[in-house]
């Protein structure tokens, strides 16, 4: 029982920080070459932005316990994946806020990250050896599962007027039929040199009006995909998953676009869920400087 509420405890920990979200045995960089570039242009400055991947080698003891199963499939490892994605970004201070989104971790050595990667494998290491030990009080041969999985990928999104916009993309799998996939959207005013949240864009007294044509777009949502139509069936969804602004958003060529994670405002299977409100009908509500340039 203890061992379960040790991972429960850290899975807790390591989802809020991803969709927020000390030394070991292993070694670990973060000061690799990087491995892919892009570089956009803005009215008032260039951003050039790339990845770099945070390299990270599993413990002696994970190596050696997750590599049992000669019949294992080939279609996936019992060991555990570890694939972080770090930014290199000129302006210097998108990349300090990105890479502490990422993370967690504003030292410049990144010990607190490492130490929450090596907790998040240990607690694999533990499961793999239970496993094992049911197995062997069974009489039975220990059989190889997927081992668990933490994929994070930034990309940088195509500019809108003078917004530099990154997206970081989570993946974890922790056992069980599938794994846990959020996103987290970082906005950047660069005429203001500073990150910005959804209130920063909506006028003052329009916040009640964006809220009516987001959850218009959300009913409509729900006709188009759930073929859900009428009012009693609505109300019955919002029951389940009341109506809310996300927090994470984006513009596009067609207007703003607010993402929803699995989970956040419908199940799984719905996968993410993105609503669009074209810049026409926010002429009026959102502030003239985040509106598309004539």
């Known amino acids: 029982m ?38 956009t242009s803005n009215t008032d400055a260039k ?26 499939n080939e279609e996936y490892s019992p060991c555990t994946q570890i694939e972080v994605e770090l930014v290199k970004i000129e302006p210097a201070w998108i990349e300090q806020i990105v890479n502490k989104a990422i993370t967690n971790d504003d030292g410049s050595k990144l010990i ?14 533990e499961f793999i050896n239970e496993m094992k030990e049911i197995a062997k009080e069974n009489g039975e041969e220990a059989i190889s599962g997927m081992g668990y999985v933490w994929h994070t990928k930034p990309e940088m999104l195509p500019t809108f ?45 329009k916040t009640s009006e964006f809220h009516e044509l987001y959850h218009r777009a959300f009913k409509d949502y729900l006709a188009k995909e759930l073929e859900i139509t009428t009012e009693e069936d609505i109300q019955e969804y919002e029951d389940m998953w009341s109506f809310k602004l996300a927090e994470n958003f ?11 994670s699995p989970y956040e405002m419908g199940a799984y299977a719905q996968g993410f869920i993105e609503l669009t409100v074209p810049y026409d009908k926010l002429t009026p509500i959102l502030k003239e400087s985040y509106l598309p340039k004539s």
């Not at 790339?50 to 599993?58: A, G, I, Q």
């Not at 906005?187 to 007294?205: C, G, K």
């Not at 984006?250 to 929803?260: H, M």
Request: charged share 20%; glycine share 2%; proline share 3%.
């Open 161 to 205: 007027n003078h917004l530099t916009q990154i997206a970081i993309y989570n993946d974890m799998y922790m056992g069980g039929a599938h794994g846990v996939q959020d996103v987290n959207y970082l906005i950047f005013d660069m005429d203001l040199q500073s990150q910005i949240q959804l209130h920063d864009v909506i006028r003052n007294e």
């Open 250 to 260: 984006y513009f596009n060529k067609e207007g703003l676009v607010l993402v929803y």
């Open 47 to 72: 951003v050039k932005f790339s990845t770099v991947p945070f390299k990270y080698e599993l413990p002696q003891a994970m190596k050696d316990a997750c590599d049992f199963d000669k019949n294992k």
């Open 112 to 125: 607190k990250f490492k130490k929450t990667i090596d907790e998040f494998v240990n607690e694999n290491l």
């Open 2 to 39: 203890a061992n379960k509420m040790t991972m429960l405890t850290t899975v807790l920990s390591i989802t809020m920080m991803l969709i927020a979200c000390n030394e070991n045995t292993s070694s670990l960089s973060n000061n690799p070459t990087p491995s892919t570039q892009q570089t």
